[in-house]
């Protein structure tokens, strides 16, 4: 399993960042809060990491902070939800918002 990656960002796209490792580029997929607070092209950065292997697909999902990833994992322990839900999730709210929703049942926090 791969648990953090350290390197240069190369890329930055909306949800998608590539960083580059000792000349191989790292394709990871990522929330806009880790996008807003990663920095710029050609910085050096450190990413917590989550693999998953399916069938049909080998992804990586990067996150600048542990809690993110922590909330990422704990998302997807939910029925119905995947990493795309969970990082859509992610994206539109802070791991604080989405602890505060939970804590006061609000659930058109995640409308």
Known sequence: MIATLTGKLKIKLNNQIVI???G???????SKNTLDNIGEVDETLTLNT????RDDSI???G???QSELNMFKLLQSIQGIGPRAALAVLSALTV???IIAIK???KSAFQ
């Open 20 to 22: 580059d490792v000792s």
């Open 24 to 30: 191989v580029g790292y394709c990871l997929h990522v």
């Open 50 to 53: 989550d693999l998953q292997v």
């Open 59 to 61: 992804l990586l999902y």
């Open 63 to 65: 996150f600048k902070f």
């Open 96 to 98: 604080e918002q989405i």
């Open 104 to 106: 006061s049942s609000d």
